[in-house]
């Protein structure tokens, strides 16, 4: 008799195999070569799984969302280490709350680290290979006030746009491509609660300070590779990374700080008229930035 374990991994080798032998490929091209004219159109089209492979090196001026129904899906162009790559370009002035501090006590309205012209957001295993991802420019923002907190004063929110956001996921692959002109290249919050190694956070709302986002072991595990990642304020942006961590290697972090001194100093400066401070100044641009991580295994 086989024994249980043995079935079950029989069955999850096989249910693996399927998944590569029926996946979908589902084309991209302006020119209408392709199955789609738009890359959110293809994503929204594929199945977990699917391969979403832009033909040209045009322009798309649209923001990009991977979500958890598009579990292992690959983003790709069909040249992946050209240098003339598909470029995504947008700029995220929605994705920019909570702007008050009545807002921040509705958790739905956080939306300020899901910003990026290409988000993945609380998915697995998503690959993107090969692509030109641009913030449009770097923007940034301040709200005076809106960290309410009973053992303390209230502090500001200052924030900026991604160009990629990885947000609540885990296995991500992110290689060949070139993340520029925003104030994030590329952010990263793994955030996890409610595994055996939580680390509770006081400012949350939640009972029992549980974040109904993921799963313990479930976010993070990423590897950031053979990119270029350059004329953003921040390269790489790391918040509240938690779980599994990440392997960042191999890429060319250049030229990341403000581009001007007029952008530098309305950083430094926000949010202004208010007496909770001015966080702007302590976001002075950089190649990597750590928020809220302690102990996190990190390999860079």
Known sequence: MVPKKYLLCAMLFACSIANILFANTLAVSQSGGGNFTTIQAAINAAKPGDVVKILDAATYPEQVTIDSTKDGLTLTSSEPTALNKPRIVWQDTVNVHPKTAAEYQVDSLINFDKNGALRILSAINITVNGLAIDGGGPYVYGWACV????????????????????WGSGGAHITNCDVSNAYWGINLKDRNEGGIFANANPADLQPKNIVPMSGFGRTGNHIIEYNRI????????????????????????YENHHQTAAFSHTVATSPTGNNCGTDGKNQPGGALFFRDVAYSPLSI
């Open 230 to 253: 350059h004329n953003n304020s921040f390269g790489l942006w790391f918040e509240s990374s938690w779980d599994l961590g990440s392997t960042i290697r191999y890429n060319l972090i």
């Open 147 to 166: 960290w309410t907190s009973t053992s303390g004063p209230a502090s500001d929110l200052v924030a900026g746009n991604a160009a990629l956001t990885i």
